[in-house]
């Protein structure tokens, strides 16, 4: 009777840790598909033609190119300044001090007197130069009159990222297309250059668009993230 007590005892133990390494093997198939969904929401870590993440960076480019240009609107609606007061001056970028501008920095974008903003640079997964310029010399054919406007703009933009900005857009997942050249250089102090006008008449054209993605005329596969903060 007692080795069969000891038997039955010794089942039961059996049983028992058979449950518990089968609960134990469920957990980690469990953590194991958890953790490949995780990698695979994340991008994989560095794979930039990944649809997801382009999107992401993307959103991210025009989330902070409008936010300067609400920025610009506020300054111009609660302190009066002026299209050529406006400055750009910030702790990161040299050369967009603007002698116009008062001296209390009240028309200052990156600054607490004025926006408030902080300058940003580009997500890396989505260009291979992070640095936006805010340039003077570029027109946008059917936004505001033929005189340059003020854009933020971003060279060097990688193919994914560009059609998924377009696309957020809803101008289809495809760049645009600018064949009568783009000025790359400039910074805006407080001037404005001669009218560069952007346009197009064929294809997916930027013409009478404020924001996109379009193919450079200079250079296949060279593409350029544009917004205009400023209609002029």
Not at 14 to 23: D, H, M, P
Not at 118 to 142: C, E, F, H, K, L
Request: net charge negative.
């Amino acid at each position: 009777m007692k080795n069969q007590d000891n038997h039955l005892q010794q089942d039961r133990k059996a049983k028992e840790t058979g449950n518990v390494f089968f609960i134990i093997l469920i957990a980690l198939m469990l953590l194991l598909g958890l953790s490949r969904a995780v990698i695979k929401d994340s991008g994989g870590g560095a794979n930039i033609g990944d649809k997801g993440q382009a999107k992401v960076a993307a959103s991210q480019i025009l989330k902070y190119a409008r936010s300067v240009e609400n920025a610009i609107k506020q300054l111009q609606l609660v302190s009066g300044c002026s299209e050529n007061e406006i400055s750009f001056e910030n702790n990161e970028v040299v050369g967009y001090g603007n002698a116009n501008a008062p001296a209390d920095e009240s028309c200052h974008i990156f600054h607490p007197n004025g926006g408030g903003l902080m300058w940003q640079t580009a997500p890396p997964s989505a260009t291979s130069n992070t640095v936006y310029s805010i340039n003077p010399r570029n027109g946008v054919d059917g936004i505001g009159t033929s005189n340059p406007d003020l854009i933020i703009q971003l060279r060097s933009v990688n193919l994914a990222t560009c059609n998924e900005i377009n696309n957020l857009l809803g101008w289809g997942s495809a760049p645009l297309f600018d064949s009568y050249g783009f000025e790359e250089n400039g910074k805006f102090y407080g001037t404005y250059a001669s009218s560069n006008l952007i346009k197009d008449d064929i294809g997916n054209s930027i013409e009478g668009k404020s924001t996109g993605c379009f193919e450079g005329e200079s250079s296949s596969n060279d593409y350029y993230f544009y917004h205009v903060l400023l209609a002029r």
